[in-house]
């Protein structure tokens, strides 16, 4: 990862180079919320850019690379939500040969882990508690992975939701006069980068020590229960982003990446003794292979 | 069959469909080979688990299996 600021901004997505450019300069602040400073070892195999102007009053175009026709969006919002998501697709196209999961992945004294669990679930308020903790963050959206089992964490910044703001003062001071923007599946959520928080941002390619199913139970104490590998490979199966592959397929790449791996379902409770139980159970567990 | 430590999936082609299987479920399967007849296979199970099934081979497993396509039945040299 490597950003310059000059006319435009610049940054890499595990290979994927992408440029920001605005007319007039003054809209590259905003469009520095959407920079990752994800670091990764990837060479750059494809570069993608989107330019930002002013199209009328109410009115703004972006248009991605040098296409002829460009998009009109009504609002900064819709145009940074509509460049995070071109980004993320367009990445994720580089690593067609890997099945794509939704999921985080962060590492506790060396010992990567995958956190999975549907929207709402606490995962991001989970990764952002360990990572304000001293845990080394790799993702919180996307957990690519093969018939070699191996994990591979695609950075995207962090969507925080408003009511994680009530439970992590530091997030909410990091968010502070960042733009809320919504999904049209999601809730609305300020981009958030680890590096804003101060902390190191670094993709990795490892065999997880341990992989948690999260189900939210925020007035219940927190739980860490053994999982069935094979209820862990049905969960991770629902959590597949793409249609574009084979299910065959999904599911030969998703059993190699719980093959092996201890699973656990996560009762996601109070905030601070959830993050204890993660730590005590991934500080029980061998190191894996980093890489 | 992609197996993991405790059971399988079972991707069936002609019906872009996977299948969980838990490790009873996966047993099964392994022994569904064309060689071996039901009364054969129930005996191996019960070899296995140290007593008698508690559940109908026939109707808790292999006509699920023949329904999903993961299995096509025809007689053995037993008869079953």
Redesign the interface.
Known sequence: MSIAATDALHFSVRGLGVTLSADPPSLLGPLSHLAVHARDDEPVVRELRFTLSIAGPDKLRVREDDAADAREVCCIEAALTGIAQRISTRALALYADKTCLHGASMSIDGRPALFVGARGSGKTTLMLRLLLDGAAFHGDEYVLTGADGMAHSLPRVLHVKPGTLERLPAVAEACRGKPRLQLRWDNDFYPLDPTDLGHDWRSVDARPAAIFFLTPAFDAPPAIEPMAQIDMVRELMQQVIGIDQTIGRQARDVCALVRGTPCFGLRVGDLDATAARVCETLRALPTASAG | M????????V?V?AR???H????TAMCVLELCDGAHGVDTIRRELEALAGGELGFDLRSGILDQFEQAGIVTAHVTQDGS
């Not at chain 2, 969980?20 to 490790?23: D, E, H, R, V, Y």
């Open positions: 992609h197996a993991v430590e405790d059971g399988c999936v991707y082609p872009d469909q996977v969980f299987l838990n490790a």
